[in-house]
């Protein structure tokens, strides 16, 4: 168990448009949802953290009109690129931390979403 | 202030064992993680340690100790399949994970 998807694995899109990309927990229900980052051979950089039914909480550094978080239920959280750029083209990766077992604290990741800006 | 560290590259050879350090300073501590990431992919999960002490887990094992901020993973009879990044976090008083930067491991045959 304990499987989270993320969709789409990979996309290319021209500068200037929006990109959406979504993690959900297929069998569990997640509480909190995290999203991050990852530049080439580097490791992961938290954006954001959102609890479900409230606003995200962005990292310093992270513009949150850029990067809007939307975790409308327990087992979906959404990442929308807004004017993407190609510095924006990097590996975003969501992870979901379940909310049905006290003290269990493991984060599942998704398989990422490779985004690649023109 | 919060801080963790762990080597960047290690190399080993096929069949033999290697153990990854990782250090870390933080005030308010709830358990440390390591994750194994192969290149393009996400990390998955290997070990969680609350308590002092050595969790084995098939040919991993991964060691705490809180006093001194230290853990290692262990892993033993290496095969190539295991040349990826691991990855070590600690989990801080508000339950968020901070992040070590990797050990790439690379197996040699």
């Known amino acids: 168990g304990a499987v989270v998807s993320q969709h789409p694995s990979w996309v290319i899109c021209k500068s200037g448009t929006s990109v959406k990309i979504e993690c959900r927990s297929l069998?569990?229900?997640?509480?909190?949802m995290f999203w991050y980052r990852q530049f080439p051979k580097q490791s992961l950089m938290l954006m954001a953290t959102?609890?479900?039914?409230?606003?995200?909480?962005?990292e310093q550094g992270v513009e949150k009109d850029k990067f809007l978080i939307n975790h409308a239920s327990l087992t979906l959280s959404t990442l929308t690129v807004t004017s993407a750029h190609p510095e924006d083209s990097s590996f975003y990766i969501c992870?979901?931390?379940?909310?049905?077992?006290?003290?269990?604290?493991?984060?599942?990741f998704g398989p990422g979403t490779r985004l690649t800006v023109t | 202030g919060q801080n963790i560290d762990q080597p960047t590259e290690m190399t080993a050879t096929e069949g033999a064992i290697v153990q990854i350090n990782c250090t870390y300073q933080?005030?308010?501590?709830?358990?440390l993680f390591w994750y194994q990431q192969h290149a393009g992919e996400a990390p998955t999960f290997l070990s969680y340690?609350?308590l002092d002490g050595l969790e084995e887990k098939g040919r991993f094992s991964s060691f705490l100790s809180r006093s001194k901020g230290y853990s290692y993973l262990l892993l033993k009879e290496l095969q190539m399949k295991d040349s990826a990044s691991y990855l070590c976090?600690?989990?801080?008083?508000?339950?968020?994970?901070?992040w070590g930067a990797g050990t790439k491991l690379i197996i040699k045959p």
């Open positions: 959102s609890n479900e039914g409230s606003k995200a909480t962005y």
């Open positions: 933080t005030s308010g501590f709830n358990g």
């Open positions: 992870s979901a931390r379940r909310g049905d077992r006290e003290g269990y604290y493991e984060q599942y």
């Open positions: 340690n609350v």
């Open positions: 976090a600690f989990m801080d008083s508000n339950y968020q994970l901070i």
């Open positions: 069998d569990f229900q997640a509480t909190t």
